[in-house]
C-alpha cells in the first residue's frame, strides 16, 4: 500500500486549500482513511476521518465545520476541503490508513497502519 498527500501550501488566514491523497495496493482492504497533522513541537493529532464503507465521517473539534473530508472511489483517492484557515492549523498534515474495524480508536495516530509522507500546510496572517 501507497499513501501519497500533497496539496499544500502557503494561504493567508481565512483562506482554503485542498489536500488530496491518492492511494495505491491493496486499497480494497481500506476500512478508514484519515487525516492526522503535525505542528512544529507538538505531538501529531487528528483532523478527520473517513470510513470507507458508506462514507461516514469524523472530525475533531477544532476543525468541525471548517474542513470537510471527501472521496473519490474510482481513482482511490482522498480529499481534505480546507476552509477558514486559522494560523493553528499550520502544520504538516499526514494520510493514513487502516484495513481494521477501528472506530473505538479512530483518533489514535497507532490504529493506523498505512501512512503517506506529508504534505506542509502554512497559514499566515
Known amino acids: 500500500v501507497q499513501l501519497q498527500a500533497f496539496g499544500g501550501g502557503a494561504v493567508q488566514t481565512g483562506g482554503s486549500l485542498r489536500l488530496s491523497c491518492a492511494a495505491s495496493?491493496?486499497?480494497?482492504?481500506?476500512?478508514?482513511m484519515s487525516w492526522f497533522r503535525q505542528a512544529p513541537g507538538k505531538e501529531r493529532e487528528f483532523v478527520g476521518a473517513?470510513?470507507?464503507?458508506?462514507?461516514?465521517?469524523y472530525y475533531a473539534d477544532s476543525v468541525k465545520g471548517r474542513f470537510t473530508i471527501s472521496r473519490n472511489n474510482a481513482k482511490d483517492t482522498m480529499f481534505l476541503q480546507m476552509n477558514d484557515l486559522r494560523s493553528e492549523d499550520t502544520a504538516v498534515y499526514y494520510c493514513?490508513?487502516?484495513?481494521?474495524?477501528?472506530?473505538?480508536?479512530?483518533?489514535?495516530?497507532?490504529?493506523?497502519?498505512?501512512w503517506g509522507q506529508g504534505t506542509q500546510v502554512t497559514v499566515s496572517s
Open positions: 493514513t490508513a487502516s484495513p481494521s474495524e477501528i472506530q473505538s480508536n479512530i483518533a489514535s495516530q497507532f490504529a493506523y497502519a498505512y
Open positions: 473517513l470510513k470507507w464503507s458508506g462514507g461516514h465521517t
Open positions: 495496493g491493496r486499497t480494497f482492504s481500506f476500512r478508514y
